[in-house]
Nanobody, 121 residues
Framework: QVQRVESGGGLVQAGGSLSVSCAASGTIFSIGVMAWYRQAPGKQRELVAWISPGGTTNQISSVKGRFTISRDNSKNTVYLQMNSLIPEESAVYYC???????????????WGQGTQVTVSS
């Protein structure tokens, strides 16, 4: 089994910064793409940023230049640094990772429990 534990998040004023992290543990052979999603009340969960095992990153256009995703493969951890936050970005932020538990297994997607990010105006 694989567990994903998120930390960080919280309350910040508009224009401020927050960071979140997510560590995977358990039976892990390798991790593929790692990503951050967010879900605001009454809205669908949306992909925010993702990073390949080799470190290639991408983000949705609305966060480019403000959010940075990174990973530490030695710690099975993914990070999201969020700058210049706006109130509309208040949401529960979820990490996601595609994990192989054995060399021959298929990739399985695992989610973190979610962490609340609230941006006050």
């Amino acid at each position: 089994q694989v567990q994903r534990v998120e930390s960080g998040g919280g309350l910040v004023q508009a224009g401020g910064s927050l960071s979140v992290s997510c560590a995977a543990s358990g039976t892990i052979f390798s991790i593929g793409v790692m990503a951050w999603y967010r879900q605001a009340p009454g809205k669908q969960r949306e992909l925010v940023a993702w990073i390949s095992p080799g470190g290639t990153t991408n983000q949705i256009s609305s966060v480019k230049g403000r959010f940075t995703i990174s990973r530490d493969n030695s710690k099975n951890t993914v990070y999201l640094q969020m700058n210049s936050l706006i109130p509309e970005e208040s949401a529960v932020y979820y990490c996601n990772a595609d994990v192989k538990t054995t060399p021959g297994s298929r990739l399985i997607s695992y989610w973190g429990q979610g962490t609340q990010v609230t941006v006050s105006s």
